[in-house]
Structures are given as structure tokens and as C-alpha cells.
């Protein structure tokens, strides 16, 4: 390999080991080597045989080498082009893998309509399916039926799929209430930094469960005498630990009531999903919940999880760096308003439906069409906060939008530790992003995009953010192991071309 390919793997190498808080020692010792061996890799002045990089690629649970692997896909972008017609937001990601774990809690059949036929939920499925649940997709391929075995045969867990998704912390809550101890793989997924289940442990607590982390598994004890009285007060208002905490209280025998919960859009399809399951839950889109526990479920059921935000804010992008006119339908408006008022002060024109009911019947929807803009840079900084606040997912996208403006905008992402620095990869392509922390850039525009061959990021919203700036850049891009994409997204190359972008996928020979 050439000196600028050694480079360049040593630094993909370095920073994925210090997103998994781990020393240079740590990874030597992983991969069988010395920690000068490794500092040199990092480097880029080490020889590295393929049995080494694929060695290392496994200890760190990235795929950010291919090495030829012809299962490995990547993108071809011609850029510069104009979008132009219509796209429908699909359901959301992040509600169907809050579905799918909270099926365990039922009995009965669960029919989940129009679900993401993802990576993601791959995963998922590969570890329900492992553990005995029946999860057959319907013959048109939309649909997903579930049927959990008398029994969960958890010792026969699918390892290798059950960390390579941090979703399978929502195991917990299901899992809590028919066993008193079992063991989860520990839990993998995006690498955003350091990422603690300590808010997890501690809501969980209250009903008598205990969780030990250890380097490879969590270790769940559940003590029913042990449950604790009053309010549940969240120390974090995280997506995932308030679903957990619902999931833990959806079987409890009794009311539990839930503060500082997250309101976002997949809680709030996880509290729809059980009310249709015969579970009361008060305060639904509010950060207070007071769940109604019912013992026994066994229900034949069928939902429709709502359309993604997330989706919807990508196509914004999509349109506003390419400069293009285009019809996004089926957006979950309450979900994205304030990005929406964001794009306002910057100048974005947009013409928006009135308001019609998602399938669910509860999510409202709107059709957007797009304006060519002319952007300018806000005032303020840019940052994300918890529902209402602009989406913590949507915040990367403001960083291609704020290169295609006039000026400088300051992007602060405080939520996780390093995930800013994957934005800096759109100067690859031309734009001016400046690291000022592990948590903040500094975007100047507008920018004068251009091709690039980059190795995607190894988060999901960051690497589709540097797609889209090979959208906007002339010339041609690559954009290779994309992955991490289809982790979250479905079809989205396909989809884009449908619009008018000029996107060929291809794998190594």
C-alpha cells in the first residue's frame, strides 16, 4: 500500500480507538502485538499485511477497511447536478428497532406495518430470531409479523449481531420482566465516543433490577422484592433509557410515573404501540409519563410506526445544497419545526401543505416543496437539544447547509464526545469546517465544492452528510463502505437518483 494509504488507515485507525476509550496497549494487546507496533500504525509508518488490517478492523467493530471484499459496497457520485420531483418520507429507524424490542412484551402476533428494511433492524432481527421469536416479512416485502416463543431461549443469542447495535440495550426492559438473571452482549452500534448505560442502570433500578457492565456483557439481576416506591426522575432525558424505563413499567404491576422523560418522535410511537396493547399511559409527548402496568399482554396487534424526522431533514439538505426545487412528502412536521424556523432566519423559502394524520393516527403530516435559496449564516450558534429542541440526529446536517452560506456558523454539538470531528471530513471536499473542540465547529461559506474519494465516517448522520456534499460538489466522488448508511437508511442512493442524482453503486471485484 502507498505511503498516503498507510496515512490514511493509521488515522482511521487512531481515532476509532479512542472513540472505544481505549490506550494504544489496549488495542496491541487485542491484536496480538506492541504498542510501538501499534503507535507506528497510527502513524502511517508501519508495513501492514491484510491479515493485520483485518485483525484490527474485527478487534475495533468498524468496518472502515474493505480490503477487497466484494460484499463490501460503496458510491459513486456524480455531482453538481440538479434535483428535481417528488420523495416520500419513510417510517422512522429509530421507532422500529423501539418496536421490535417492545413485541417481546406481547404474547400475542404483532404485525409492524411499513417497516424500514434497514441494516439496523437486520441486526435486531438476527438476535430476536437467534433467541426463537418467529420474524417473517410479508410477501410484498413491507411488512414485518412477530411471534415470540413460550420461552426466550436467550442463551442461544446471536453475539456477533447483538454487538454491532446499540439497540440492544432495549432488550432490558422486556427482558426484566419473566426473567431473574440473564446476560446481554455489550452493546456496539455508531462510534460517537464515550457513551454511558449508566442513566439505564439507574432508572431500572426502581424495579429491582441491578446491571454490572463488564468489558463483554451486562450482567442483569432482577430482585422483585427490591422495588422501589415512588417516582422514576431520569438523570438523563435520553431516547433510549426513557424507552427503556417505559419498557420496564409497560409489565409492571402497578403505576410507575417517568420524569424527565423525552418526548421525542420513536417514544412517543413506543407509548402509541402499547396503548393499542391495552397499557394506559398519561402525558404522551410530554416529559412527565405515568404508565399503567398490565401484567399479562396477549394481543394480536397491528401499528404503523410514524415517518422519520431524520429522513425528512436529510432530503432538506439534500435540496438546499444542490440548489433544487423539490416535494418532500409525509414529513412529521411537529418533529422538525424548529430546524424549519432555523432555515427560516437563514433565508430557506419553502411552501408547506396543511396538516393530514400519519397512518398511526397520531403523528401529524405535512408536505414541504422547496425553494432555491440563497442561505445566509444565523446569528446565533447552532445546537441541538432535547425534544422540542432542534433533533440531537438533524444537527450534523446544519453543517453542509451552513457551508453552502454566506458566512459563519458556529455548529455545538454537546451531546456526544467526538462526533463533530467527522464533520471536518466536508473539507475534503472543499468547504471551510474548523475544529475548535471535540464538541464545536466553525463553518465558513459559501464553498466551492468539489470531488473527493473519502472513507465514509464511521457515525451515521456525519457520513451522510459528507454524501450530500458530493451531491453539491463538480465532478466526481467516491464514497466508500457505506455501511453505515444503510445502518440507518433505506434505498437512500436509489431514492436520491430517483430525484435526479447521478449515484452508482459498486463493490470490489
Not at 344 to 360: H, I, K, L, V, W
Not at 453 to 478: D, F, I, N, Y
Amino acid at each position: 500500500m502507498t505511503t498516503i494509504d498507510a496515512a490514511r488507515i493509521g488515522t482511521l485507525i487512531r481515532d476509532a480507538r479512542k472513540l472505544h476509550g481505549w490506550t494504544q496497549a489496549h488495542l496491541a494487546d487485542k491484536i496480538g502485538t506492541s504498542q510501538s507496533a501499534v503507535n507506528r500504525i497510527e502513524k502511517g509508518g508501519q508495513n501492514l499485511s491484510l491479515d493485520t488490517v483485518r485483525r484490527i478492523s474485527e478487534a475495533l467493530d468498524a468496518e472502515l477497511l474493505t480490503l477487497g471484499r466484494s460484499d463490501v459496497m460503496h458510491l459513486r457520485v456524480h455531482g453538481g447536478r440538479e434535483l428535481s420531483g417528488a420523495v416520500d418520507i419513510r417510517s422512522s429507524k429509530n421507532a422500529a428497532v423501539a418496536l421490535l424490542c417492545a413485541s417481546l412484551l406481547n404474547r400475542g402476533r404483532t404485525t409492524l406495518r411499513g417497516v424500514a428494511r434497514i441494516a439496523e433492524v437486520d441486526r435486531i432481527l438476527e438476535v430476536l430470531r437467534s433467541i426463537g421469536v418467529s420474524a417473517e416479512w410479508t410477501e410484498d416485502g413491507r411488512d414485518l409479523v412477530l411471534q415470540p416463543p413460550a420461552t426466550l431461549a436467550l442463551d442461544e443469542m446471536d453475539q456477533e449481531a447483538a454487538r454491532r447495535t446499540r439497540s440492544i440495550l432495549m432488550l432490558l426492559g422486556p427482558l426484566v420482566h419473566d426473567r431473574p438473571t440473564f446476560t446481554l452482549p455489550y452493546a456496539g452500534g455508531c462510534d460517537l465516543g464515550t457513551r454511558t448505560v449508566e442513566p439505564h442502570m439507574l432508572a431500572l433500578r426502581h424495579f429491582g433490577v441491578e446491571v454490572r457492565a463488564t468489558e463483554e456483557q451486562y450482567h442483569v439481576d432482577v430482585d422483585r422484592d427490591r422495588q422501589a416506591d415512588g417516582a422514576i426522575v431520569l438523570v438523563e432525558r435520553g431516547d433510549t433509557v426513557t424507552e427503556n424505563a417505559i419498557l420496564a413499567a409497560a409489565r409492571h404491576d402497578g403505576v410507575t410515573t417517568i420524569r424527565n422523560a423525552s418526548p421525542n418522535y420513536m417514544v412517543q410511537d413506543l407509548c402509541f404501540f402499547l396503548e393499542d396493547l391495552g397499557v394506559k399511559i398519561e402525558g404522551v409527548g410530554t416529559t412527565t409519563l405515568v404508565v399503567h402496568g398490565v401484567p399479562v399482554i396477549d394481543t394480536d396487534i397491528e401499528y404503523a410506526p410514524s415517518e422519520d424526522p431524520v429522513e425528512a431533514m436529510t432530503f432538506l439538505a439534500a435540496a438546499i445544497v444542490t440548489k433544487s426545487s423539490i416535494t418532500i412528502r409525509r414529513v412529521p412536521i411537529e418533529f422538525v419545526e424548529i430546524e424549519l424556523a432555523i432555515l427560516r432566519t437563514m433565508g430557506f423559502r419553502y411552501d408547506m401543505t396543511a396538516e393530514y394524520m400519519s397512518t398511526n393516527g397520531r403523528t401529524r403530516l405535512v408536505d414541504i416543496t422547496t425553494h432555491v435559496s440563497e442561505l445566509k449564516a444565523p446569528i446565533d450558534k447552532i445546537h441541538a437539544m432535547p425534544f422540542p429542541g432542534v433533533n440531537i440526529d438533524n444537527l450534523p446536517f446544519f453543517a453542509v447547509i451552513a457551508a453552502s452560506a454566506e458566512g459563519g456558523t458556529m455548529i455545538h454539538d454537546w451531546t456526544y464526545d467526538n462526533r463533530a470531528i467527522y464533520l471536518t471530513e466536508l473539507t475534503n471536499l472543499g468547504a471551510n469546517v474548523r475544529l475548535l473542540d471535540p464538541h464545536r465547529v466553525l463553518v465558513e461559506g459559501p464553498t466551492r465544492w468539489r470531488g473527493a474519494e473519502l472513507m465514509c465516517p464511521p457515525a451515521l448522520r456525519p457520513a451522510v452528510v459528507v454524501l450530500l456534499g458530493m451531491l453539491a460538489a463538480q465532478g466526481t466522488s467516491v464514497l466508500r463502505n457505506v455501511y453505515m448508511i444503510r445502518r440507518g437508511y433505506e434505498d437512500l442512493a436509489d431514492r436520491l437518483t430517483a430525484l435526479g442524482a447521478q449515484i452508482t453503486v459498486f463493490r470490489d471485484m
